[in-house]
């Protein structure tokens, strides 16, 4: 018997070459995808577990604050903490900490918006006329924000140079008194209009004031009036050696200085958040005391301390950390003008401003300075009470979230919301000693309220923040750079143009915070103040914010060191519980990745456009999507490959008996069992299964080198039984089929004719009625094809639309589904087997219709139409299998993202059609074999 195989397959070498290189194929297929799957395994878990650790792995917020469209598309907005002020108690935080299992449990109490100032510099120095013994040098400046896109005009502020002799208050702090004494000894009365102001020597002895408006209004309610309204009058003698002289003032004095150069120094409101903090608490999560560069670190004893610098006056002074980074985008433009002719002293306020404002000059150039620059200079002056920095809380704002509309293609709108009302600034039971921001003016996208001041009872109470030390945000640790935004709580919000459009206006950069406490990107907070503060600066507040005053904790669970399945359990588990004890709000942040999201802004009153944005909020649960989609992609594909192979060798050695049907007649009427002629053909199958298994092992490593891929020795050696099982089992049913034929088939027609299709009148109809005569045959070569498609379709997919469309994050970006060449290479050669298998059946086709088409060559049929007959058949079975496949592979594909997004449906409809292209490719094989055929002996056998 084993002779007689021998024999057989070198007798028939090109079939068994064929055969042999399927099962060859299929086997190095299987042990090289083996090694793959392993490999990308371990480098996405590996990945995954260095990227997925962030500062904290579970979000506490209070009841209610998960939004609808949070829990709807799995994710966090931005800046979570922005608009969610209080909603925990300190019980709840103390039965948090308590949990078994939490590591670190650090809350934070978002208290506000405080208002302070940052200075604006400009050097007026070029614009003075040295030989002008009197002239105004006029400033109108330009506030602009959002990468210059918002844009108002302020109102002018002037500077007064003369060279005559000043005389200058001598302020000893109260602002109660009648008059003052001046720097000559004497005393002068008090103007309540012009304020505490220089008066200019005149020729005849006298003097007069010099008045100044913006020190009016910082003597009333400065918060009354928008920065944008403030105008004011600098005095400033130039000295005969060129020199400049003014008066600054000191907190309870007046100095008078000389400088070299005149630099005007304006004073910008920004509003900075507060949160308190667990000093210690926030140390072991990101490393708060390491963050401070200057000064001194929060500590646990750190609280609001009062005094009593009056009868009637009570100071509240809260200690806090403060920033090295405004994150700020405000500019200030200045235009200058000399008006040389201009003459305010003794003027009235009214009176100067007609005055002023309708005087005619020289423009001398412009000035430009940024708010991040004047807040680089309050640094530069050291941490003290006349230096950096410290701000009022007489009125504490407060920012809620904005809302959204939903787009029909899944973008965001944020609502716009008109102004807020201005008197939240500058309300009768308030005392800012700050205007209001210029961006208060415009149209917002948070609701904005007032936490209200205590009732005074006829005491006035006057409360205050003061810098103790700085600390930078960029040097805190504890996340990674794929999962630190945005759930990190100090990281400045960020968004880029999601448009050509949009990209364009913003000048390729991203958007920022602007300073609008309404605005949409919301500052993280730049000031931290110890939660054993909060008590006494909010001490008589009426509302919910003094008795829960925490807005979120974010909790680090112990024995998590990275992502596996393991910690991810030990991680949900403990939620659960805090979820039961608490009844809080609790997402899993633990294996969280930035994702995109696209925001539509509208369009603002100051000049900026609409804008459609791309937002990175976060995913939650990222990290296990990941690893649970590599591992099915590894399944699906190593499944794929082994079932075409399977199929692509059924139908050669289908084929091969078919072409061998008469010889085995022979042998059944020469007495061989059906049992005999099936373990003949077994034998075949198995000894070219045995060779296979053989060559695929001394391959296996070579190609594995050349693609980077580890493969052990026992997952070589599997290489052989599995040839062997894989050919026996694509031999199984012909060798059956064979045994079971009686000897009289051989005399039989081959192909039995389709009497259910009408007769065709095309010869595209006519290739498909010879499809439809052998269904079995077709539905196989298509179903081969189909899977390679469905293969081809889902690495293409992995490829091309899974960073964006996995997850849509940051961490699916970087990791994507790691697809390795192998993978590639898999799909790729399952994708040719099933043109092979179509062009077997094809040739198989030719060979049982040797005689009709032959009959049609006699009677006129030229070659090209029969090569044309061949083709239609050829793409009618490419495009039944390529449908199918792609299909398949789209379902797949859905099946791993979890979605149909759109690009997926794209790369679906393009495998396809390369699945048509391969296969008309392969048809040109047996569509050439018909010159091949010998007419006139078919004929004459017929």
């Known amino acids: 018997m084993l002779g007689f195989i021998w024999g057989q397959l070198r007798g028939r070498a090109g079939r068994s070459v064929a055969l042999l290189a399927g099962v060859l194929v299929a086997t190095t297929g299987f042990v090289v995808l083996t090694g793959a799957t392993t490999t990308s395994r371990l480098d996405v878990t590996g990945?995954?577990?260095?990227?997925?650790?962030?500062?904290?792995?579970?979000?506490?917020?209070?009841?209610?604050?998960?939004?609808?469209?949070?829990?709807?598309?799995?994710?966090?907005?931005?800046?979570?903490?922005?608009?969610?002020?209080?909603?925990?108690?300190?019980?709840?935080?103390?039965?948090?900490?308590?949990?078994?299992?939490?590591?670190?449990?650090?809350?934070?109490?978002?208290?506000?918006?405080?208002?302070?100032?940052?200075?604006?510099?400009?050097?007026?120095?070029?614009?003075?006329?040295?030989?002008?013994?009197?002239?105004?040098?006029?400033?109108?400046?330009?506030?602009?924000?959002?990468?210059?896109?918002?844009?108002?005009?302020?109102?002018?502020?002037?500077?007064?140079?003369?060279?005559?002799?000043?005389?200058?208050?001598?302020?000893?702090?109260?602002?109660?008194?009648?008059?003052?004494?001046?720097?000559?000894?004497?005393?002068?009365?008090?103007?309540?209009?012009?304020?505490?102001?220089?008066?200019?020597?005149?020729?005849?002895?006298?003097?007069?004031?010099?008045?100044?408006?913006?020190?009016?209004?910082?003597s009333g309610n400065a918060g009354q009036s928008s920065e944008r309204e403030n105008w004011s009058v600098d005095t400033v003698r130039l000295l005969p050696d060129g020199r400049f002289e003014a008066n600054r003032w000191l907190p309870g004095r007046a100095e008078r200085v000389v400088t070299d150069q005149l630099v005007v120094t304006y004073r910008v409101t920004v509003p900075f958040l507060l949160a308190a903090v667990d000093p210690e608490a926030e140390q072991r999560l990101v490393g708060l005391d390491d963050a401070v560069t200057e000064g001194r670190s929060l500590r646990l004893d750190d609280t609001t301390t009062e005094t009593s610098p009056g009868p009637s006056v009570t100071e509240r002074s809260v200690p806090v950390l403060s920033t090295s980074r405004p994150y700020l985008d405000v500019t200030v433009r200045s235009a200058l003008t000399r008006l040389p002719q201009a003459r305010p002293a003794g003027l009235p306020i009214g009176e100067l401003e007609r005055t002023l404002g309708r005087a005619t000059g020289l423009g001398v150039g412009t000035e430009e300075y940024t708010l991040t620059d004047g807040y680089r200079d309050l640094l530069a002056k050291g941490i003290s009470k006349t230096g950096c920095c410290t701000g009022e809380l007489q009125t504490i704002m407060q920012a809620g979230a904005p809302e959204y509309e939903r787009l029909p293609d899944g973008a965001l709108?944020?609502?716009?919301?008109?102004?807020?009302?201005?008197?939240?600034?500058?309300?009768?039971?308030?005392?800012?000693?700050?205007?209001?921001?210029?961006?208060?003016?415009?149209?917002?996208?948070?609701?904005?309220?007032?936490?209200?001041?205590?009732?005074?009872?006829?005491?006035?109470?006057?409360?205050?923040?003061?810098?103790?030390?700085?600390?930078?945000?960029?040097?805190?640790?504890?996340?990674?750079?794929?999962?630190?935004?945005?759930?990190?709580?100090?990281?400045?919000?960020?968004?880029?143009?999601?448009?050509?459009?949009?990209?364009?206006?913003?000048?390729?950069?991203?958007?920022?915070?602007?300073?609008?406490?309404?605005?949409?990107?919301?500052?993280?907070?730049?000031?931290?103040?110890?939660?054993?503060?909060v008590p006494k600066l909010l001490e008589g507040d009426v509302t919910p914010t003094r008795t829960a005053p925490i807005s979120a904790i974010r909790v680090r669970v112990s024995d998590v060191a990275g992502y596996t399945d393991r910690s991810a359990e030990r991680v949900r588990l403990i939620a659960e519980r805090i979820a039961d004890t608490t009844g809080l709000d609790v997402d899993l942040t633990f294996g969280s990745s930035p994702a995109p999201q696209t925001v539509e802004l509208p369009a603002g009153s100051f000049g900026r456009p609409e804008l459609r944005l791309t937002e990175p909020w976060s995913a939650l649960g990222v990290a296990s999507v990941i690893t649970r989609a590599v591992d099915r992609k590894s399944l699906v594909l190593f499944g794929l490959v082994l079932v075409v192979c399977g199929l692509f060798l059924g139908n050669a050695v289908s084929a091969a008996v078919r072409d061998r049907r008469r010889e085995l007649a022979v042998l059944a009427c020469l007495g061989w069992s059906a049992r005999r002629i099936a373990a003949l053909v077994l034998g075949e199958v198995a000894a070219l299964g045995l060779a296979a298994g053989l060559l695929a092992l001394g391959l296996a490593f070579p190609l594995a080198a050349a693609l980077d891929i580890g493969i052990g020795w026992r997952q070589a050696v599997l290489a052989v039984p599995v040839a062997l099982l894989l050919a026996l089992v694509a031999g199984l049913v012909p060798a059956l089929r064979a045994a079971g034929a009686h000897p009289a088939a051989a005399l039989r027609p081959l192909v039995a004719p389709a009497r259910w299709v009408r007769r065709p009148r095309s010869l595209f109809g006519m290739a498909l009625v010879n499809l439809v005569r052998t269904p079995g045959r077709t539905l196989l070569g298509a179903g081969a094809l189909a899977i390679g498609v469905t293969a081809l379709t889902l690495v293409s997919a992995a490829a091309y639309a899974f960073r964006g469309a996995i997850v849509g994050s940051l961490l699916g970006d970087t990791i994507s589904l790691n697809v390795r060449s192998a993978d590639t290479l898999a799909a790729v050669v399952t994708v040719l087997l099933g043109a092979g298998a179509v062009a077997d059946v094809l040739y198989l086709n030719v060979r049982d219709r040797a005689a009709e088409l032959s009959t049609l060559r006699a009677v006129g049929w030229t070659d090209a139409t029969l090569a044309r007959l061949v083709g239609y058949e050829g793409l009618l079975i490419g495009a039944l299998g390529a449908v199918a496949g792609a299909g398949l592979g789209l379902a797949g594909a859905a099946w791993l993202v979890g979605g149909l997004p759109s690009a997926l449906i794209l790369v679906a409809a393009a495998v396809a059609l390369v699945g048509v292209l391969i296969t008309c490719l392969a048809a040109l094989v047996p569509a050439a074999l018909l010159r091949r055929l010998p007419t006139a002996r078919l004929l004459a056998e017929e």
């Open 413 to 533: 709108r944020a609502v716009a919301r008109p102004p807020f009302d201005h008197a939240l600034y500058g309300g009768e039971s308030a005392l800012n000693l700050h205007s209001r921001p210029w961006l208060a003016d415009d149209n917002g996208f948070r609701p904005v309220t007032a936490l209200p001041q205590p009732p005074s009872g006829g005491h006035l109470q006057l409360r205050f923040w003061q810098t103790v030390g700085i600390f930078d945000p960029e040097k805190l640790s504890g996340f990674s750079d794929l999962s630190r935004v945005p759930l990190e709580t100090y990281e400045p919000p960020r968004t880029d143009g999601a448009d050509e459009r949009s990209r364009q206006a913003l000048g390729g950069r991203p958007l920022e915070p602007s300073g609008n406490p309404a605005g949409y990107l919301s500052s993280p907070p730049l000031l931290l103040t110890n939660l054993a503060a």
């Open 47 to 218: 990945a995954v577990e260095r990227n997925t650790r962030a500062a904290y792995d579970i979000l506490v917020r209070p009841n209610g604050a998960r939004t609808p469209l949070e829990a709807e598309r799995g994710l966090v907005r931005p800046n979570y903490l922005s608009g969610l002020f209080g909603g925990i108690t300190p019980a709840q935080y103390e039965q948090v900490k308590e949990v078994a299992g939490v590591d670190v449990a650090a809350p934070i109490a978002m208290l506000g918006y405080s208002t302070s100032t940052v200075p604006v510099r400009f050097d007026v120095t070029r614009a003075v006329d040295p030989s002008l013994e009197r002239q105004v040098i006029r400033l109108n400046p330009t506030f602009t924000a959002e990468r210059g896109l918002s844009t108002a005009p302020s109102s002018p502020r002037y500077v007064y140079v003369t060279k005559r002799p000043l005389l200058y208050p001598e302020w000893g702090g109260d602002v109660d008194v009648p008059s003052s004494p001046y720097s000559d000894g004497r005393t002068y009365k008090y103007d309540e209009y012009c304020g505490q102001v220089p008066r200019e020597v005149l020729p005849d002895g006298r003097s007069e004031p010099i008045c100044d408006p913006y020190l009016a209004v910082r």
